[in-house]
Protein backbone atom coordinates (compact mmCIF):
# COMPACT_ATOMS: atom_id res chain seq x y z
CA UNK A 1 0.00 0.00 0.00
CA UNK A 2 2.07 2.65 -1.66
CA UNK A 3 0.51 5.59 -0.45
CA UNK A 4 0.29 4.34 3.39
CA UNK A 5 3.65 2.59 4.57
CA UNK A 6 5.67 3.88 1.20
CA UNK A 7 6.19 0.13 -0.03
CA UNK A 8 6.62 -3.42 0.36
CA UNK A 9 8.65 -3.42 3.00
CA UNK A 10 7.10 -1.93 6.16
CA UNK A 11 9.30 -2.95 9.28
CA UNK A 12 7.04 -4.02 12.23
CA UNK A 13 6.47 -1.26 14.67
CA UNK A 14 4.46 -2.46 17.47
CA UNK A 15 1.56 -0.10 19.24
CA UNK A 16 1.92 -0.56 22.84
CA UNK A 17 -0.96 0.73 24.93
CA UNK A 18 -1.58 1.29 28.70
CA UNK A 19 -3.05 -1.58 30.79
CA UNK A 20 -6.89 -1.45 30.84
CA UNK A 21 -8.80 0.78 33.76
CA UNK A 22 -9.85 -1.13 36.38
CA UNK A 23 -9.76 -4.60 37.79
CA UNK A 24 -11.08 -7.04 35.45
CA UNK A 25 -9.91 -10.24 35.75
CA UNK A 26 -8.73 -10.68 32.20
CA UNK A 27 -9.20 -14.08 31.43
CA UNK A 28 -11.10 -15.80 28.78
CA UNK A 29 -12.86 -18.27 31.10
CA UNK A 30 -16.77 -17.89 31.58
CA UNK A 31 -19.24 -15.23 29.81
CA UNK A 32 -19.37 -11.70 29.03
CA UNK A 33 -20.07 -9.63 32.14
CA UNK A 34 -23.04 -7.94 33.24
CA UNK A 35 -24.58 -5.51 31.03
CA UNK A 36 -23.75 -2.72 33.22
CA UNK A 37 -20.30 -3.45 33.08
CA UNK A 38 -19.81 -4.18 29.50
CA UNK A 39 -21.75 -0.70 28.77
CA UNK A 40 -18.95 0.76 31.32
CA UNK A 41 -16.15 -0.80 30.04
CA UNK A 42 -17.01 0.22 26.02
CA UNK A 43 -17.76 3.86 27.25
CA UNK A 44 -14.61 4.30 29.28
CA UNK A 45 -12.67 2.41 26.36
CA UNK A 46 -14.42 4.96 23.99
CA UNK A 47 -13.48 7.92 26.09
CA UNK A 48 -10.10 7.34 26.82
CA UNK A 49 -8.88 6.12 23.06
CA UNK A 50 -11.24 8.82 21.45
CA UNK A 51 -8.30 11.40 22.30
CA UNK A 52 -5.58 9.37 20.02
CA UNK A 53 -5.07 12.03 17.00
CA UNK A 54 -2.96 9.99 15.22
CA UNK A 55 -2.43 8.10 11.91
CA UNK A 56 -4.11 9.31 8.65
CA UNK A 57 -7.28 8.29 6.51
CA UNK A 58 -6.58 5.93 3.95
CA UNK A 59 -6.51 7.97 0.59
CA UNK A 60 -5.27 5.62 -2.35
CA UNK A 61 -8.88 4.57 -2.78
CA UNK A 62 -9.81 8.38 -3.59
CA UNK A 63 -13.21 8.29 -1.75
CA UNK A 64 -12.15 7.00 1.21
CA UNK A 65 -9.66 10.30 1.76
CA UNK A 66 -13.22 12.26 2.87
CA UNK A 67 -14.07 10.12 5.64
CA UNK A 68 -14.17 11.97 8.87
CA UNK A 69 -11.49 11.61 10.76
CA UNK A 70 -13.03 11.61 14.19
CA UNK A 71 -15.46 9.30 13.78
CA UNK A 72 -15.39 6.57 16.46
CA UNK A 73 -17.68 3.65 17.38
CA UNK A 74 -17.22 0.38 19.28
CA UNK A 75 -19.97 -2.41 19.39
CA UNK A 76 -19.81 -5.65 20.90
CA UNK A 77 -22.61 -8.53 19.79
CA UNK A 78 -23.13 -11.65 22.29
CA UNK A 79 -23.83 -14.98 21.00
CA UNK A 80 -26.85 -15.08 22.70
CA UNK A 81 -27.58 -11.57 20.38
CA UNK A 82 -27.20 -8.97 23.26
CA UNK A 83 -25.54 -6.31 21.69
CA UNK A 84 -24.01 -2.96 23.04
CA UNK A 85 -22.61 0.35 21.24
CA UNK A 86 -21.04 3.19 21.53
CA UNK A 87 -20.20 5.85 19.62
CA UNK A 88 -20.27 6.24 15.84
CA UNK A 89 -21.41 2.72 16.15
CA UNK A 90 -23.85 3.12 13.52
CA UNK A 91 -21.94 4.98 10.86
CA UNK A 92 -21.99 3.65 7.44
CA UNK A 93 -18.73 2.59 5.65
CA UNK A 94 -17.15 0.32 3.20
CA UNK A 95 -15.70 -2.87 4.46
CA UNK A 96 -13.07 -3.32 2.70
CA UNK A 97 -11.07 -6.36 4.04
CA UNK A 98 -12.98 -6.80 6.54
CA UNK A 99 -14.69 -9.00 3.76
CA UNK A 100 -11.86 -11.62 3.43
CA UNK A 101 -12.61 -13.11 6.06
CA UNK A 102 -16.49 -13.97 5.42
CA UNK A 103 -15.56 -14.61 1.53
CA UNK A 104 -13.12 -17.23 3.04
CA UNK A 105 -16.09 -18.49 5.38
CA UNK A 106 -18.71 -18.77 2.47
CA UNK A 107 -16.17 -20.30 0.28
CA UNK A 108 -14.57 -23.02 2.56
CA UNK A 109 -18.44 -23.93 3.32
CA UNK A 110 -19.43 -23.65 -0.40
CA UNK A 111 -16.03 -25.90 -1.90
CA UNK A 112 -14.75 -27.44 1.06
CA UNK A 113 -11.51 -26.16 3.29
CA UNK A 114 -9.41 -28.25 1.50
CA UNK A 115 -9.51 -27.11 -1.80
CA UNK A 116 -9.32 -23.61 -0.87
CA UNK A 117 -6.02 -24.24 1.48
CA UNK A 118 -4.46 -25.86 -1.19
CA UNK A 119 -5.30 -22.77 -3.95
CA UNK A 120 -4.37 -19.98 -1.25
CA UNK A 121 -2.69 -21.10 1.64
CA UNK A 122 -2.89 -20.34 5.22
CA UNK A 123 0.76 -19.01 6.13
CA UNK A 124 1.63 -15.04 6.49
CA UNK A 125 3.16 -13.17 4.14
CA UNK A 126 4.96 -10.71 6.61
CA UNK A 127 4.66 -8.30 3.79
CA UNK A 128 1.84 -5.54 3.02
CA UNK A 129 -1.28 -6.43 1.60
CA UNK A 130 -1.16 -5.52 -1.55
CA UNK A 131 2.74 -6.48 -1.70
CA UNK A 132 3.58 -7.96 -5.28
CA UNK A 133 6.81 -8.88 -3.95
CA UNK A 134 5.25 -11.38 -1.89
CA UNK A 135 3.95 -13.07 -4.69
CA UNK A 136 6.89 -13.14 -6.65
CA UNK A 137 8.82 -14.48 -3.69
CA UNK A 138 6.27 -17.54 -3.06
CA UNK A 139 6.10 -18.64 -7.10
CA UNK A 140 3.18 -16.91 -7.32
CA UNK A 141 1.61 -18.20 -4.43
CA UNK A 142 -0.80 -15.50 -2.48
CA UNK A 143 0.10 -17.67 1.27
CA UNK A 144 -3.53 -16.51 2.28
CA UNK A 145 -6.81 -15.21 1.99
CA UNK A 146 -6.44 -12.02 3.72
CA UNK A 147 -4.11 -10.58 1.84
CA UNK A 148 -5.15 -8.59 -1.90
CA UNK A 149 -3.85 -11.76 -3.90
CA UNK A 150 -5.22 -14.70 -1.78
CA UNK A 151 -8.75 -12.52 -1.78
CA UNK A 152 -8.58 -12.11 -5.30
CA UNK A 153 -7.94 -16.05 -6.08
CA UNK A 154 -10.84 -16.70 -2.93
CA UNK A 155 -13.45 -14.41 -5.97
CA UNK A 156 -12.31 -17.13 -8.44
CA UNK A 157 -13.07 -20.00 -6.44
CA UNK A 158 -16.54 -18.29 -5.27
CA UNK A 159 -19.33 -20.43 -6.91
CA UNK A 160 -21.62 -19.33 -10.02
CA UNK A 161 -20.89 -19.59 -13.76
CA UNK A 162 -20.98 -15.92 -14.22
CA UNK A 163 -19.68 -12.60 -12.51
CA UNK A 164 -23.57 -11.47 -11.42
CA UNK A 165 -23.74 -15.00 -10.12
CA UNK A 166 -20.33 -15.02 -8.20
CA UNK A 167 -21.60 -11.32 -6.97
CA UNK A 168 -24.91 -12.70 -5.74
CA UNK A 169 -23.48 -15.71 -3.65
CA UNK A 170 -21.21 -12.86 -2.11
CA UNK A 171 -23.45 -10.12 -1.43
CA UNK A 172 -26.10 -12.60 -0.22
CA UNK A 173 -23.82 -14.54 2.11
CA UNK A 174 -22.34 -11.56 3.97
CA UNK A 175 -25.68 -10.16 4.01
CA UNK A 176 -26.21 -13.40 6.24
CA UNK A 177 -23.71 -13.15 8.08
CA UNK A 178 -24.99 -9.05 9.07
CA UNK A 179 -28.50 -10.63 9.73
CA UNK A 180 -29.50 -7.59 6.89
CA UNK A 181 -29.17 -6.74 3.57
CA UNK A 182 -25.63 -5.10 2.67
CA UNK A 183 -25.70 -2.41 0.36
CA UNK A 184 -23.19 -1.69 -2.24
CA UNK A 185 -21.37 2.00 -1.84
CA UNK A 186 -21.76 3.07 -5.63
CA UNK A 187 -19.44 6.02 -4.73
CA UNK A 188 -16.52 3.81 -3.21
CA UNK A 189 -17.23 1.11 -5.69
CA UNK A 190 -16.87 3.75 -8.83
CA UNK A 191 -13.60 5.24 -7.41
CA UNK A 192 -11.43 2.37 -6.53
CA UNK A 193 -12.65 0.33 -9.90
CA UNK A 194 -11.24 4.16 -11.25
CA UNK A 195 -7.95 3.17 -9.56
CA UNK A 196 -7.36 -0.35 -8.95
CA UNK A 197 -4.56 -0.89 -10.83
CA UNK A 198 -2.29 -2.48 -8.56
CA UNK A 199 -4.81 -5.50 -7.83
CA UNK A 200 -5.67 -6.05 -11.40
CA UNK A 201 -1.74 -6.50 -11.85
CA UNK A 202 -2.03 -8.95 -9.18
CA UNK A 203 -4.68 -11.02 -10.52
CA UNK A 204 -3.23 -10.74 -13.89
CA UNK A 205 0.21 -12.21 -12.48
CA UNK A 206 -1.62 -14.57 -10.42
CA UNK A 207 -3.04 -16.30 -14.18
CA UNK A 208 0.36 -16.21 -15.41
CA UNK A 209 1.54 -18.27 -12.71
CA UNK A 210 -1.75 -20.24 -13.34
CA UNK A 211 -3.15 -19.48 -9.98
CA UNK A 212 -6.31 -17.48 -11.04
CA UNK A 213 -9.03 -19.90 -12.76
CA UNK A 214 -11.00 -16.74 -13.70
CA UNK A 215 -11.09 -13.73 -15.92
CA UNK A 216 -8.64 -11.54 -14.09
CA UNK A 217 -10.41 -8.37 -15.02
CA UNK A 218 -13.94 -9.81 -14.13
CA UNK A 219 -12.42 -11.53 -10.52
CA UNK A 220 -11.14 -7.90 -9.93
CA UNK A 221 -14.05 -6.20 -10.46
CA UNK A 222 -16.31 -8.53 -8.32
CA UNK A 223 -13.69 -8.36 -5.54
CA UNK A 224 -13.62 -4.23 -5.70
CA UNK A 225 -17.41 -4.57 -4.91
CA UNK A 226 -17.21 -6.84 -2.17
CA UNK A 227 -14.93 -4.06 -0.70
CA UNK A 228 -17.60 -1.46 -1.25
CA UNK A 229 -20.17 -3.20 0.53
CA UNK A 230 -21.82 -0.83 3.17
CA UNK A 231 -21.10 -1.86 6.94
CA UNK A 232 -20.93 -0.50 10.46
CA UNK A 233 -19.20 -1.23 13.70
CA UNK A 234 -22.26 -2.72 15.16
CA UNK A 235 -23.17 -5.15 11.36
CA UNK A 236 -19.23 -6.14 12.10
CA UNK A 237 -20.03 -7.12 15.55
CA UNK A 238 -22.97 -9.55 14.32
CA UNK A 239 -20.71 -10.72 11.79
CA UNK A 240 -18.55 -11.63 14.49
CA UNK A 241 -20.92 -12.61 16.67
CA UNK A 242 -21.93 -15.12 13.96
CA UNK A 243 -18.13 -16.84 13.42
CA UNK A 244 -18.09 -17.39 17.52
CA UNK A 245 -21.75 -18.93 17.60
CA UNK A 246 -20.53 -21.55 15.18
CA UNK A 247 -21.75 -20.26 12.25
CA UNK A 248 -25.21 -19.56 13.69
CA UNK A 249 -26.23 -15.53 13.64
CA UNK A 250 -27.54 -14.74 16.87
CA UNK A 251 -30.15 -11.92 16.08
CA UNK A 252 -31.16 -14.27 12.69
CA UNK A 253 -30.85 -17.25 14.30
CA UNK A 254 -30.30 -18.49 10.86
CA UNK A 255 -27.06 -20.89 9.88
CA UNK A 256 -24.43 -18.99 7.66
CA UNK A 257 -21.68 -21.93 7.83
CA UNK A 258 -20.76 -24.95 10.07
CA UNK A 259 -19.06 -24.79 13.15
CA UNK A 260 -15.66 -26.52 11.19
CA UNK A 261 -15.57 -23.23 8.36
CA UNK A 262 -15.84 -21.34 11.54
CA UNK A 263 -12.87 -22.81 13.12
CA UNK A 264 -10.63 -22.81 10.10
CA UNK A 265 -11.82 -18.93 9.61
CA UNK A 266 -10.68 -17.86 12.48
CA UNK A 267 -7.45 -19.59 12.70
CA UNK A 268 -6.57 -17.96 9.22
CA UNK A 269 -8.03 -14.87 10.71
CA UNK A 270 -5.42 -15.10 13.95
CA UNK A 271 -2.21 -15.82 11.46
CA UNK A 272 -3.15 -13.22 9.39
CA UNK A 273 -5.85 -11.06 9.66
CA UNK A 274 -4.07 -7.66 10.88
CA UNK A 275 -1.48 -7.63 7.94
CA UNK A 276 2.16 -8.01 8.53
CA UNK A 277 1.63 -6.76 12.43
CA UNK A 278 -0.66 -9.99 12.65
CA UNK A 279 2.18 -11.30 15.18
CA UNK A 280 1.62 -7.95 17.31
CA UNK A 281 -1.97 -8.02 17.53
CA UNK A 282 -2.14 -11.69 18.24
CA UNK A 283 0.24 -11.10 21.34
CA UNK A 284 -0.89 -7.64 22.22
CA UNK A 285 -4.67 -8.63 22.00
CA UNK A 286 -5.02 -12.32 21.91
CA UNK A 287 -7.68 -12.85 19.27
CA UNK A 288 -8.45 -13.61 15.57
CA UNK A 289 -9.36 -9.99 13.99
CA UNK A 290 -9.26 -8.59 10.47
CA UNK A 291 -9.35 -4.90 9.81
CA UNK A 292 -10.01 -2.97 6.69
CA UNK A 293 -8.65 0.45 5.30
CA UNK A 294 -11.34 2.22 6.14
CA UNK A 295 -10.85 2.19 9.58
CA UNK A 296 -13.23 -1.23 10.35
CA UNK A 297 -11.48 -4.31 12.57
CA UNK A 298 -13.84 -6.99 13.40
CA UNK A 299 -12.41 -9.31 16.46
CA UNK A 300 -14.32 -12.67 17.78
CA UNK A 301 -14.11 -14.86 20.65
CA UNK A 302 -15.33 -17.91 20.32
CA UNK A 303 -18.11 -18.50 22.28
CA UNK A 304 -18.66 -15.12 23.74
CA UNK A 305 -19.52 -12.92 20.63
CA UNK A 306 -17.93 -10.28 18.48
CA UNK A 307 -15.84 -7.03 19.10
CA UNK A 308 -16.25 -4.72 16.48
CA UNK A 309 -14.58 -0.94 16.00
CA UNK A 310 -14.83 1.65 13.19
CA UNK A 311 -12.11 4.44 13.17
CA UNK A 312 -10.95 5.75 9.84
CA UNK A 313 -7.47 6.84 11.48
CA UNK A 314 -4.78 3.94 10.31
CA UNK A 315 -1.55 2.96 10.83
CA UNK A 316 1.04 2.52 8.64
CA UNK A 317 -0.21 -1.30 8.14
CA UNK A 318 -3.46 0.12 7.15
CA UNK A 319 -5.16 -0.63 10.51
CA UNK A 320 -7.42 1.28 12.65
CA UNK A 321 -5.15 3.23 15.40
CA UNK A 322 -8.15 3.65 17.69
CA UNK A 323 -9.64 0.51 16.72
CA UNK A 324 -6.72 -1.41 17.94
CA UNK A 325 -5.67 0.09 20.98
CA UNK A 326 -9.91 0.52 21.89
CA UNK A 327 -10.02 -3.69 20.94
CA UNK A 328 -6.77 -4.09 22.85
CA UNK A 329 -7.92 -2.79 25.91
CA UNK A 330 -11.76 -4.29 25.82
CA UNK A 331 -10.64 -7.74 25.01
CA UNK A 332 -8.33 -7.81 28.33
CA UNK A 333 -11.35 -5.77 30.56
CA UNK A 334 -14.12 -8.14 28.76
CA UNK A 335 -12.20 -11.46 29.71
CA UNK A 336 -12.03 -12.21 25.81
CA UNK A 337 -7.99 -12.97 25.27
CA UNK A 338 -7.98 -16.80 24.10
CA UNK A 339 -4.36 -16.66 26.15
CA UNK A 340 -5.47 -16.09 29.35
CA UNK A 341 -6.89 -18.28 31.40
CA UNK A 342 -7.78 -18.37 34.85
CA UNK A 343 -5.87 -20.93 37.92
CA UNK A 344 -8.15 -23.78 39.22
CA UNK A 345 -10.67 -22.21 41.78
CA UNK A 346 -10.00 -23.38 45.51
CA UNK A 347 -7.18 -24.70 48.05
CA UNK A 348 -5.69 -27.42 45.86
CA UNK A 349 -4.91 -24.86 42.86
CA UNK A 350 -2.29 -23.82 45.56
CA UNK A 351 -0.36 -27.10 45.32
CA UNK A 352 1.74 -28.55 43.17
CA UNK A 353 -0.18 -30.84 40.10
CA UNK A 354 1.11 -34.42 41.87
CA UNK A 355 -0.02 -32.79 45.55
CA UNK A 356 -3.68 -31.63 43.60
CA UNK A 357 -3.98 -35.53 42.17
CA UNK A 358 -3.59 -37.59 45.77
N1 LIG B 1 -10.16 -2.67 -1.36
C1 LIG B 1 -8.91 -2.46 -0.68
C2 LIG B 1 -7.77 -2.84 -1.57
O1 LIG B 1 -7.87 -3.76 -2.31
C3 LIG B 1 -8.92 -3.26 0.59
C4 LIG B 1 -7.64 -3.12 1.36
C5 LIG B 1 -7.79 -3.30 2.85
O2 LIG B 1 -8.82 -2.96 3.43
O3 LIG B 1 -6.82 -3.76 3.45
O4 LIG B 1 -6.74 -2.23 -1.55
Known sequence: MTSLDGGDLDLLNPVRTADPPGDAPFTSTGRLPSRPTVTGL?????????????????????????????RFGISVCGVDGTSFSIGDAQDAFSIQSVSKAFTFALVCGAIGHTTVREAVGVNNTGLAFDSVMALELNGGSPRNPMVNAGALVMISLVPGDSAAAKWQFLQEGMSRFAGRRLLLDVEVYESEAATNHRNRALAALLRSYGHMSYDPLLTTDIYTRQCSLL?????????????????????????????????????????????????????????????????????????????????????????????????????????????????????AASGTPSERTT
Not at 261 to 283: E, F, H, I, P
Not at 284 to 289: A, F, M, N, T
Not at 294 to 315: C, E, F
Open 42 to 70: LRDAHATYATLDDGTVADYIPSLAAADPG
Open 231 to 347: VSARDLAVMGATLADGGVNPLTHERVVDPSVCRDTLAVMAASGLYQRSGDWLYEVGLPGKSGVSGGIVTVAPGKGGLAAYSPRLDAAGTSIRGQHAIRSLSRSLGLDLFASAPVAGP
